[in-house]
C-alpha cells in the first residue's frame, strides 16, 4: 500500500478498514452522489463489500446517504457524498477516547500495587489478587513479589502530556480557521 499524498477522508478511511475503505473513498471524492452500483463499478469491488463499507462510514458521520428514485427502474437508490469536514472532527473524537483510556489506565496503575513472579510470560497481579492466590503464581508456581511500575507510570504520564499538547494544537488551528 503506498500513499504519498492522500487526502485525510482517505487516510481516514484506510485506518477504519484497509484496502477497500480506501478505494471506496476514492471513488466517492472522484464522483459526488454515486450509487452502491457505481461504486462497486469504479472499484471493482462486489457490491456486499462496498455496501458494508458505506454503512459503517455513514454509521461513523463521515459520509451521507440521499435516498432518490431511479427515474429507469423506478426503485429508491442511495446516493452517497463524503463529508470531508467531518473528518477533523471524528479524529478528535477518537483522540479523545484513547486519550480517556490512557488516563483510566494511569489511574489504575497509580491506585494498585502489582505482584508478579518476574516472568515476562505470567500475568501481572494487584494485591487482592495476590492474597487470593497466597502470593504463587498459578502458572509457574515461583512466589510473587512487588514489582515497580513507576517506569510504566512515567510512560503512561508522558503519553498523556503528549496528546492533550497535540489535541491543544489542533483546536487552536481550527478555531484560527473558523
Ligand atoms: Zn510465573
Same mark, same amino acid.
Given at each position: 500500500m503506498k500513499i504519498e499524498y492522500e487526502d485525510s477522508f482517505v487516510k481516514i478511511a484506510g485506518l477504519l478498514g484497509g484496502e477497500e475503505y480506501i478505494r471506496v473513498a476514492r471513488a466517492l471524492l472522484n464522483s459526488e452522489n454515486a450509487t452502491d452500483e457505481e461504486i462497486a463499478s469504479a472499484t471493482g469491488l462486489k457490491i456486499n463489500t462496498v455496501r458494508r463499507t458505506l454503512y459503517d462510514l455513514f454509521g461513523k458521520s463521515l459520509i451521507t446517504g440521499v435516498r432518490v428514485r @431511479?427515474?429507469?427502474? +423506478?426503485w429508491f437508490v442511495y446516493r452517497w457524498r463524503a463529508q470531508r469536514d467531518q473528518v477533523d472532527g471524528f479524529i478528535f473524537t477518537q483522540k479523545r477516547k484513547t486519550l480517556d483510556r490512557l488516563k483510566r489506565r494511569l489511574t489504575f496503575e497509580d491506585a494498585n500495587e502489582f505482584y508478579s513472579c +518476574?516472568? /515476562?510470560?505470567c500475568p501481572k497481579y494487584t494485591f487482592e489478587e495476590a492474597i487470593e492466590i497466597f502470593?504463587?503464581? /498459578? @502458572?509457574?508456581?515461583e512466589t510473587l513479589k512487588l514489582i515497580d511500575n513507576g517506569f510504566l507510570r512515567e510512560a503512561f504520564r508522558w503519553k498523556i502530556e503528549q496528546m492533550i499538547e497535540e489535541m491543544n494544537k489542533k483546536t487552536t488551528i481550527n478555531d484560527v480557521a473558523a
Open positions: @431511479d427515474l429507469k427502474r +423506478g +518476574g516472568k /515476562p510470560e502470593f504463587k503464581c /498459578p @502458572d509457574c508456581n
